[in-house]
């Protein structure tokens, strides 16, 4: 526990108050950046800055030519305040005196010394890059002397901290519990969009970096950690997560940029990509793009987009994915499927589709997953006929081809009542099927 000061001790709604250590740090642990306070010639100076705690120490980063820092160098050192704020959701109550919000901050106090000796800094410095990262300080470059020589980092023993939350629902008045208007909490969290490689950037998206966000319709579609707003049904924010499905023949993982290469290498055959929506990419470049699209479709809430990827040999051989996804009527969409030619007919495509159908029907808990194809593929028709589906009708002047023609669709369709006969019969064509790469 920090022993509460004078300055740690709240005048009003104590009970949102507490000094444990380990809360204390969760919230500086899990906070990116900080509000740094301090008094620059009678006058308040509020500093939004990146921090890092190591054990009791906060370590807040800066400039060498800021000048909080340039006070920070005597022996007094820089008496300053920090804050740092977690919003977890807004309240919306019956009456406008009760809106709210809950959330979690931390309040530190003290005085900050800059930190002089060079190894210091270093340990510092990677402590901050390995904050964003496990294991991005082995993955970069470390700083040159000159370079650590325009940063300046100050450190903040804490001693002095307070830690502040509200929790719970909304808490109107009694008299109030009868008025007309919706009331309730909207959950806020942090979530991080795919990462996007920089220009001539060929190494894969390393494991620390986050990819399986969770967007909802109407999301950005930035590339930066967002806020994400699922709303007061926020038990639908899972209909959009890319989870990992594993089977014997076919592992499904989330999208990312640096499956693009990969998946040209595997799927550049004109017969792959004869009834799809996008031309045959002519290069890895082209297939980018592709994968980029996909993207940036799953951020604005239109597709879950996966990677097929060969359980046995780890090779990426394809992808697929949710669309028309509604959780409201508990009916989702599988398509946007390709596949090497190679890996045709071998088990991968019925596992994927079984994997698939089980989140939906399983765990997502759907009652109706649809497929749509064109009218001209007789062969993927045939595909979908096997899994179970039952075809529902045309769909004419559906959706253009890249040609520039119109496609009639054909659509097809499975129920929830349907799904335990489909499940038990594609278990058991599986069990004949031999995994690529054995036998």
Not at 45 to 62: E, F, K, N, Q, S
Not at 257 to 280: I, K, M, N, R, Y
Not at 343 to 371: C, M, P, Q, Y
Request: with cysteine; glycine share 8%.
């Amino acid at each position: 526990m920090y022993p509460p000061t004078a300055r740690t001790t709240a005048s009003r709604t104590r009970d949102r108050m507490s000094y444990d250590r380990a809360a204390a740090h969760a919230v500086l642990d899990e906070a990116y950046h900080c509000v740094l306070g301090f008094v620059v010639d009678g006058e308040p100076r509020l500093l939004p800055t990146l921090h890092v705690r190591v054990g009791d120490t906060l370590y807040l980063h800066g400039s060498t030519g800021s000048r909080p820092l340039l006070a920070a160098r005597g022996e007094a050192g820089l008496p300053v305040c920090v804050t740092v704020t977690l919003l977890d959701g807004l309240i919306y109550a019956r009456s406008q005196f009760h809106h709210s919000a809950n959330y979690r901050s931390v309040v530190a106090h003290g005085t900050a010394h800059l930190v002089t000796s060079e190894d210091d800094k270093r340990a510092a410095m990677t402590a901050l890059v390995e904050k964003v990262g496990a294991g991005r300080a082995a993955d970069s470059r470390p700083p040159t002397r000159r370079e650590l020589a325009e940063t300046a980092v100050l450190a903040l023993p804490l001693r002095e901290v307070s830690v502040r939350a509200r929790t719970g629902g909304v808490r109107d008045e009694p008299a109030d519990l009868d008025l007309p208007h919706w009331a309730g909490v909207v959950p806020l969290r942090l979530t991080a969009g795919p990462p996007e490689p920089d220009a001539g950037v060929v190494a894969p998206v390393p494991g620390y970096l986050p990819t399986t966000g969770s967007p909802t319709p109407g999301s950005t579609g930035s590339p930066a950690p967002v806020v994400s707003l699922p709303g007061p049904d926020s038990g639908a924010a899972p209909w959009w997560e890319p989870v990992p499905l594993h089977g014997a023949h076919v592992l499904l993982e989330p999208l990312t940029p640096a499956h693009a290469d990969e998946l040209f290498a595997a799927t550049a055959e004109p017969e792959v990509w004869a009834h799809l929506g996008h031309p045959l990419p002519a290069d890895p470049a082209a297939m980018r793009t592709v994968v980029a699209a996909a993207l940036a479709a799953r951020q604005d809430g239109e597709r879950v987009p996966w990677v097929q990827r060969c359980a046995r040999t780890g090779a990426v051989v394809g992808t697929t994915s949710f669309y028309e996804i509604d959780p409201q009527r508990r009916s989702v969409a599988i398509g946007y499927t390709w596949l090497g030619r190679p890996w045709w007919r071998s088990g991968i495509n019925t596992e994927a589709k079984l994997l698939l159908l089980g989140r939906a029907f399983d765990t997502l808990g759907a009652v109706r997953v649809v497929w749509h194809t064109d009218i001209r593929n007789t062969r993927s028709q045939a595909a979908i006929a096997r899994l179970g589906a039952t075809r529902e009708g045309v769909l004419r002047m559906h959706r253009q081809r890249p040609d520039g023609s119109w496609r009639d669709t054909v659509q097809y369709a499975m129920t929830v009542d349907e799904w335990p006969n489909a499940q038990a019969m594609l278990r058991e064509r599986l069990r004949g099927t031999t995994p690529v790469g054995r036998g």
